[in-house]
């Protein structure tokens, strides 16, 4: 759960270094428009839109290590300014195919082929499965001690055998059980489940009663490139429709009872034949570029020698992705993603010249540039384990990721629960700052520090605050607020200064995290178009915007408007809201109650597919 601590300026006394950064800082601070030129190089065409892999991506490598270059930096011993790791840039179906065959005497074995009919899951292993079929419901397992026992398997032997379960979870649960199931729900963990039950793979429909129903799973890029360790696949409507021919009860019927939650409804084994699945992808594999650069210490080294101060440097190319929130009018646009993070890049940049005005530092800064962080946290998670920096070396990391729309001088400070000491040392180093501070102990992010937190290093997480141009070809460089980004630079330089100088490194403290895996693309179903503002400190849930069109938009809400119940459930954070979306159907109206200027309004938002 967030916490929120309000840092205002204060008369309180900075350490010697953070003074000296401070005079300096007054004496050379280049003009805002240092950093303007860097978040318009970095954003502009000739970077085309720094997809990880492309050679958009290459160029601004090569501009960066131009960059740490001009600053004096030196380049990571043994590994040079440039570290390439490998990575799946895309996964494709190259052919599956689902074959019937039927017991002694039967008719002729159906086969059903992708696309249309049979797709393998993107995380699935390649191969050819035999065996038994057996119906599992949802596949959901949900552990007793979070008060609502559920088991799919209760009673079924899947061992050796093909599951078949139903996307998603029960349509018509309370509230509470679906917001607890859908926790459960995603793709990948009813992967798992099938797996550590023995089944040898597993097939997904979209019931009667679901959203999309019949249709296939899309194959979209999975960034969690690893295979589920079994073959998986989704199948349509009429693929389900066939394997239930011989069943007792039809798969309509069976999907209404476990719905309503009918305790009488369970799985069984299909009998009549037996199910051939061949799962066939086929994955391109490319290289990109993570770019470093060392800013030595001096003297005597200090404990846990090593800062990073980093910002992913990659973005969306022209949105082919599917991570893109481009508007209809806007496809194939380039993105060039001007707070989503040149304006992390240029802020790096900018925290090491104010390093450099100040070169007496116990420890090393490392100033680092990650690609592949919209495919999820690839570059950051290579570096991690290429043994380049072993974690127990790393003092702390400091990350950067939208940090360009600073709004009434308001700057959240991220997974601050990772360590007890930080919140004195941002208070130290705010001083003569004067950022209005929201710390947010949370560091379960998706962001690059979270790859480091996973190494148990100390990490913040620096961001400004989302806003309705986010990965959207209107995230553009006139739209950043570059006085508010050097502010934010200044109070980077400041944490990284007295990170490098402490003699002692703060303590690493396992942050909690929230009960159940979290929710994924594939289980959260519905959609309301509500962009939230995450630097706000109010009580509910802020909105930076709302999507033009979406849900949220038809019913009249807009920026700055503070939700504090959806569908009759208080909302008090964004956990609140995402646990209530996730209970939402769709196409059925749900009351909202707002805020807006303090006055409480009622509206009624019909949630979308997403």
């Known amino acids: 759960m967030r916490t929120r601590c309000r840092i205002p300026c204060g008369a309180l006394l900075a350490t010697a270094l953070l003074a000296g950064l401070s005079g300096c800082a007054s004496r050379v601070a280049a003009p805002p428009a240092s950093l303007e030129e860097r978040v318009r190089r970095l954003a502009s065409e000739d970077f085309a839109g720094r997809m990880t892999g492309s050679e958009g991506e290459r160029r601004a490598a090569d501009y960066l290590v131009q960059e740490l270059e001009r600053l004096g930096a030196s380049p990571l011993s043994g590994r040079g300014f440039r570290l390439t790791f490998g990575f799946a840039a895309g996964t494709r179906d190259a052919g599956s195919s689902l074959l019937l065959e ?34 599992a419901g949802y596949g959901l397992v949900v552990p007793e001690s979070l008060g609502r026992s559920y088991d799919s398997y209760a009673g079924l032997d899947v061992a050796g055998k093909i599951v078949l379960v139903l996307r998603y979870f029960p349509e018509d649960l309370p509230a509470k059980e679906r917001q607890l199931l859908s926790r ?4 990948r963990t009813k992967a798992m489940l099938a797996r550590e039950r023995g089944a040898r793979a597993l097939l997904v429909a979209a019931g009667p009663r679901s959203p999309h129903a019949g249709e296939v799973v899309p194959m979209t890029f999975d960034a969690a490139v690893s295979g589920s360790g079994i ?11 066939a ?28 009998p009549g034949f037996a199910l051939r699945l061949e799962t066939r992808l086929e994955r391109e594999h490319r290289e990109a570029i993570n770019v470093v650069g060392v800013l030595p210490a001096s003297g005597e080294p200090a404990p846990r020698p090593w800062v990073i101060v980093g910002a992913h440097y990659d973005h969306l190319g022209s949105g082919a992705h599917g991570n893109s929130l481009a508007r209809e009018e806007e496809r194939g646009a380039l993105h060039p993603g001007a ?14 010249e104010l390093l450099t005005r100040e070169p007496a530092r116990r420890r090393n800064v490392l100033l680092a540039f990650w690609s592949g962080e919209e495919l999820g946290l690839l570059g950051s998670t290579a570096f991690g384990e290429s043994g380049a920096l072993e974690p127990g070396q790393i003092a702390g990391v400091l990350n950067l990721d939208m940090v360009g729309r600073v709004r009434a001088n308001r700057l959240a400070l991220q997974a601050v629960g990772t360590s007890p000491d930080w ?32 190494l148990d290093v100390p990490t913040l997480n620096l961001f400004s605050g989302a806003h309705a141009d986010y990965h959207r070809p209107s995230d553009t460089p006139d739209r950043i607020e570059y006085a508010g980004l050097e502010r934010v630079a200044q109070l980077g330089a400041r944490i990284a200064g007295e990170l490098a100088a402490l003699p002692t490194p703060p303590t690493f403290a396992r942050a909690p995290r929230r009960s159940g895996p979290a ?20 009580e509910g849930l802020a909105l930076a915007s709302v999507a033009s069109g979406g849900p949220a938009d038809l019913a009249g809400l807009r920026a700055g408007d503070v ?32 805020l807006r200027g303090g006055e409480r309004r009622e509206a009624s938002i019909t949630p979308r597919e997403r």
């Not at 459960?184 to 793709?187: E, N, R, S």
């Not at 073959?231 to 429709?241: L, R």
């Not at 710390?439 to 690059?448: F, G, I, K, R, V």
């Open 102 to 135: 039927p017991a002694a005497g039967g008719a002729p074995a159906p086969r059903f082929a992708a696309p249309s009919q049979v797709r393998a899951l993107s995380f699935s292993s390649s191969g050819s499965v035999e065996g038994p079929l057996v119906f």
């Open 519 to 538: 929710a994924g693309r594939d289980s959260l179903r519905a959609y309301t178009g509500t962009v939230p503002d995450y630097v706000a400190d109010v």
């Open 423 to 454: 919140p004195a040392l941002l208070e130290r180093a705010n001083a003569p700052v004067g950022l209005d501070l929201e710390l947010q102990e949370d560091p379960y992010l998706p962001t690059d520090s979270a790859s480091f937190d996973r």
């Open 339 to 352: 707070d989503d993070n040149a304006s992390g890049v240029a802020a790096v940049l900018r925290i090491g």
């Open 231 to 241: 073959a998986a696949a989704s199948v349509s409507g009429e693929v389900a429709e």
């Open 563 to 594: 939700i504090v119940e959806f569908a009759g459930q208080q909302i008090a954070n964004i956990y609140d809201y995402t646990y209530a979306l996730e209970a939402a159907r769709i196409g059925e109206p749900v009351r909202v109650v707002y």
């Open 184 to 187: 459960y729900a995603g793709l």
């Open 243 to 270: 394997l239930f021919a011989g069943a007792p009860v039809p798969l309509a019927e069976l999907q209404a009872a476990l719905d309503a939650g009918d305790p009488h409804a369970r799985g069984f084994e299909l």
